[in-house]
Nanobody, 115 residues
Framework: QVQLVESGGGLVQAGGSLSLSCAAS????????MGWYRQAPGKQRELVAA???????NYADSVKGRFTISRDNAKNTVYVQMNSLKPEDTAVYYC?????????WGKGTLVTVSS
């Protein structure tokens, strides 16, 4: 059974930082592109950042320079370090695993940035 379990969400003031983690099980982690998505109230889910099997990364324009995605294949875990947080970063953040074998989602973790 595939499980993606996010952690690290919470309440932070604008300008602060949070680090999210996603622990994966039931997949061959190293063969997956891992991504972080977010969904704010009333908005569609959007890609925040992704990291390929080879370590290449891409980011939404809105988070470039502020967020950093990384992965530890030995721990089957993907991270996103979020700095200089803004109120508009408030959303539920979801972990995603994508490979030729299919796509999987975590249940999400809430990040709230107060102004």
């Amino acid at each position: 059974q595939v499980q993606l379990v996010e952690s690290g969400g919470g309440l932070v003031q604008a300008g602060g930082s949070l680090s999210l983690s996603c622990a994966a099980s039931g997949i061959i982690f190293s063969r997956n592109t891992m991504g972080w998505y977010r969904q704010a109230p009333g908005k569609q889910r959007e890609l925040v950042a992704a990291i390929t099997r080879g370590g290449s990364t891409n980011y939404a324009d809105s988070v470039k320079g502020r967020f950093t995605i990384s992965r530890d294949n030995a721990k089957n875990t993907v991270y996103v370090q979020m700095n200089s947080l803004k109120p508009e970063d408030t959303a539920v953040y979801y972990c995603n695993a994508n490979s030729v074998l299919g796509e999987h989602w975590g249940k999400g973790t809430l990040v709230t940035v107060s102004s």
